[in-house]
Nanobody
Framework: QVQLVESGGGLVQAGGSLRLSCVPS????????MGWFRQAPGKEREFVAA????????NYGDSVKGRFTISRDNAKNTVYLRMNSLKPEDTAIYYC????????????????????WGQGTQVTVSS
């Protein structure tokens, strides 16, 4: 059974930083692209970032470009989301997910392109 566990969320002041982690199990993690999405109260889930299976290619949502960095360490079976210059509008539950197909390039931005999801971690940015 595939499981993803996110951690690292919390409460931070505007301008601060957080690093989220996601540890998947039950699948050959290193063969799959990974993505981060977020959902704010009353809003639809939106794409944040994705990384290719090898880590060589990354993509970001427009609202986080230049502030967030996605990375992965296949030896540690972990994908990260470093969030800098946080804004109150970044407040949301953040989810990691695995691409449906192996050897993805990390260029998928639709929820339907991902099949397994974590339970989410809350990020709250105060003004």
């Amino acid at each position: 059974q595939v499981q993803l566990v996110e951690s690292g969320g919390g409460l931070v002041q505007a301008g601060g930083s957080l690093r989220l982690s996601c540890v998947p199990s039950g699948r050959a993690f290193s063969s799959y692209a990974m993505g981060w999405f977020r959902q704010a109260p009353g809003k639809e889930r939106e794409f944040v970032a994705a990384i290719s299976w090898s880590g060589g290619t990354t993509n970001y949502g427009d609202s986080v470009k230049g502030r967030f960095t996605i990375s992965r360490d296949n030896a540690k079976n972990t994908v990260y989301l470093r969030m800098n210059s946080l804004k109150p509008e970044d407040t949301a539950i953040y989810y990691c997910a695995t691409d449906k197909a192996p050897y993805g390039l990390g260029n998928r931005k639709k929820q339907d392109d991902y099949d397994y999801w974590g339970q989410g971690t809350q990020v709250t940015v105060s003004s």
